[in-house]
């Protein structure tokens, strides 16, 4: 029995080479990694406190996936009265500017630009 019990004490891993993983690597999970980068993850693992604008302007808070500080709903054009909706509309695609009469240089005297000259 006592050669029962060093053997227990002597059990090394490398003996048994299907115990040990098929690569080691050294990773230091601390908190000076979390500083240096930032996790891309697609699924974030709790739920952020977050402020909800309905389109009628009232707010609610609730619980969100992702870590954001507002989520607003859109607003449906097809609910408004008409009028808004094309006011709106016009504030979303102004028009393009009307083109100006062009400038002519047959109204200005040279004279008074002389000094300007290089000679």
Known sequence: SAGLGSTRHALRLDAFPSLLPAFTTSVRLNSNRAAVSHLR??????????????????????RYKEPKRILMLPLDSNTLPEA?????????????????????????????????WKK
């Open 41 to 62: 993850r697609q699924l974030y693992g709790r739920l952020y406190p977050i402020l909800l604008v309905k389109t009628d302007g009232s707010t609610v808070r609730l």
């Open 84 to 116: 808004e909706r094309k006011a709106r509309l016009r504030r979303q695609f102004p028009s393009k500017p009307k083109a100006g009469p062009e400038e002519t240089f047959e109204g200005i005297d040279l004279a008074t630009y002389k000094r300007f």
